[in-house]
């Protein structure tokens, strides 16, 4: 199966990937390191990236593109409702 969708939690040091197929089928869910995001998504075939828009999605945006992945930045009000669990 192919990704074709993939979702990205930005943070300072681990970003968090769920990465689905057309389907809907779970294919990845993992943390990656700031040094193992870009091999990860040089592996993927181009596929449609979406990320909270904050200080450094931007900078990601720009990365991803470049490697032929389609990114939309979502505004921090429309991913409150796919949040499961509080921070603390």
């Given amino acids: 199966?192919?990704?074709?969708?993939?979702?990205?939690?930005?943070?300072?040091?681990?970003?968090?990937v769920h990465a689905i197929n057309g389907t809907g089928e779970v294919l990845a869910r993992r943390a990656l390191r700031r040094a193992q995001?870009?091999?990860?998504?040089?592996?993927?075939?181009p596929c449609l990236v979406g990320m909270e828009a904050c200080g450094t999605s931007h900078h990601?945006?720009?990365?991803?593109?470049?490697?032929?992945?389609?990114?939309?930045?979502m505004p921090p009000?429309?991913?409150?409702?796919?949040?499961?669990?509080?921070?603390t």
């Fill in 1 to 16: 199966m192919e990704i074709t969708t993939v979702g990205i939690d930005l943070a300072k040091n681990v970003f968090q």
């Fill in 77 to 87: 009000a429309y991913v409150k409702p796919y949040v499961k669990r509080g921070k």
């Fill in 37 to 45: 995001v870009m091999p990860f998504f040089r592996k993927l075939a």
């Fill in 60 to 73: 990601w945006a720009r990365e991803l593109t470049a490697l032929g992945h389609t990114v939309r930045l």
